[in-house]
């Protein structure tokens, strides 16, 4: 079955009801369970010089173990089935696990460095309801459009370079050579296109759509359709097809522009004119979870500067602690300007469409989106 089905509608947010708050953390359980996006939490499996989990098992002795999702909608699904403790969200999955009970209320005060956070993250929407915290930032960045720099001598200006059929600087059709994200929440991809493409539409915020802007997005990813080699949502797939499939451009994460500069590819990446949606995830504790001290201990475990650092050094992201991106050396001090740092306000981030929006009178909700994109994907 689809990740896409895997879904828990969202008619309203509303403050839910979690376990009254700890005093102090007690002593760690042995392991803790945690889903988080693929590259997120490493113990030096690829390379050595990334790992943040060795040294926290050897302090906590609770025993890490990962699960990596690919979509959000994947998290979702695996916090509603149980068994884990915490969850790198992103924000269109964040506010659903707190409508859906799936999350409890964070303790702050058990988070000694929480004041070290980027003010800008600390009471974000995506995780701060009726004021209480439900989660503790961790990373944030833009969906960059990846390309082959042999195809493309100069970056795309455009993202019309995957949405729109044309040659492409080598001469040959982009029809077969481009991808998409397979996750429902990329029509605010098509939608942010369009702010640009078509203003007439008066699309205002690419999470928040009329029926008729919505009508031409879907117009916009069904004429898409024709020219995708495949709907990727595996990172690693998603390399091996622009290593070995002749994929030339798509949307994707700067952990794919990463590994495969890495590996001496003709890969470069771009934020185009248009601007991007983006991500910013907080790592959420579940509402039964069964190993809360070593959650706690992770979450301040988890801000730590060289851990932030790390992170966004493998990953390609920005960290949730400014501290992090001075005197680090594998991030270096120019890396969170490399890495966009001051884009934040250029970026869209991931939000759960919702049918009561604040741009227009009524907006079409998410579950909406994810039937009509697994029709989009399966040609319909």
């Given at each position: 079955m689809s990740?896409?089905?895997?879904v828990?509608?969202?008619?309203g ?5 979690v ?9 760690g ?5 945690i889903v988080a ?6 113990r030096g499996d690829?390379?050595?010089?990334y790992d ?5 098992e050897?302090k906590?002795?609770?025993?890490v ?12 699904a ?9 969850v790198?969200a ?5 506010l659903?696990?707190v409508a859906?009970?799936?999350?409890q209320?964070?303790?702050?005060s058990l988070?000694?460095s929480w004041?070290?956070?980027d003010?800008r ?8 309801v009726d004021g ?6 961790y ?6 459009l ?7 001598k100069e970056a795309p200006k455009?993202?019309?370079v995957?949405?729109?059929p ?14 998409a994200?397979?996750g ?6 098509a939608?942010n296109y369009l702010?640009?493409?078509k203003p007439?539409l ?8 009329n ?5 031409a997005?879907l117009?916009l990813?069904?004429?898409q359709h024709?020219?995708i ?5 595996d990172?690693?797939?998603?390399v091996d097809?622009?290593?070995?499939e002749?994929?030339?451009?798509s949307g ?5 522009v990463n590994?495969m500069?890495?590996d001496?590819k003709?890969?470069?990446s771009?934020v185009?004119?248009e ?5 910013a995830?907080?790592t959420?504790?579940a509402?039964d979870a ?6 706690y201990?992770w979450l301040e475990?988890?801000?730590?500067p060289?851990v ?8 390609g ?7 992090a ?5 594998l ?9 966009g740092?001051?884009n934040?306000?250029?970026?869209k981030?991931w ?5 009561k929006?604040t741009t227009q009178?009524?907006?079409v ?5 994810v039937?009509?994109y697994?029709a989009v994907?399966?040609?319909r």
């Amino acid at each position: 079955m689809s990740r896409l089905r895997w879904v828990v509608a969202l008619a309203g947010i509303t403050a839910v009801a979690v376990p009254a708050l700890a005093k102090e953390i007690g002593k760690g359980e042995g392991q803790l369970n945690i889903v988080a996006w693929p590259g997120y939490i490493e113990r030096g499996d690829t390379d050595k010089s990334y790992d943040w989990v060795t040294d926290f098992e050897k302090k906590t002795s609770c025993k890490v173990n990962v699960k990596t999702a690919s979509t959000s909608d994947e998290m979702v699904a695996l916090m509603n089935e149980g068994g884990y403790d915490l969850v790198t969200a992103s924000g269109d999955s964040s506010l659903r696990l707190v409508a859906g009970k799936r999350v409890q209320e964070i303790d702050t005060s058990l988070i000694p460095s929480w004041k070290t956070v980027d003010e800008r993250l600390q009471n974000a929407p995506w995780h701060t309801v009726d004021g209480k915290h439900y989660g503790v930032p961790y990373q944030w960045g833009p969906n960059v459009l990846m390309y082959n720099s042999d195809v493309f001598k100069e970056a795309p200006k455009s993202w019309s370079v995957v949405f729109e059929p044309q040659n492409l600087p080598d001469g040959k059709p982009n029809k077969g050579r481009i991808q998409a994200y397979d996750g429902a929440i990329y029509l605010a991809d098509a939608a942010n296109y369009l702010m640009s493409k078509k203003p007439e539409l008066g699309i205002k915020d690419p999470y928040e759509l009329n029926e008729d802007q919505y009508k031409a997005v879907l117009e916009l990813v069904r004429q898409q359709h024709a020219l995708i080699q495949r709907y990727w949502h595996d990172a690693n797939i998603q390399v091996d097809d622009f290593k070995n499939e002749g994929v030339v451009a798509s949307g994707s994460w700067p952990f794919q522009v990463n590994l495969m500069r890495a590996d001496k590819k003709p890969i470069a990446s771009t934020v185009p004119e248009e601007g991007a949606t983006g991500w910013a995830d907080t790592t959420m504790m579940a509402a039964d979870a069964a190993n809360p001290n070593c959650a706690y201990m992770w979450l301040e475990h988890s801000i730590q500067p060289k851990v932030q650092g790390d992170v966004a050094a493998w990953f390609g992201s920005l960290p949730s602690v400014p501290a992090a991106c001075k005197g680090n050396a594998l991030l270096t001090d120019t890396g969170c300007a490399t890495n966009g740092f001051d884009n934040f306000p250029k970026i869209k981030f991931w939000r759960t469409p919702v049918a009561k929006c604040t741009t227009q009178s009524a907006c079409v909700p998410y579950y909406r989106w994810v039937t009509d994109y697994i029709a989009v994907i399966g040609g319909r």
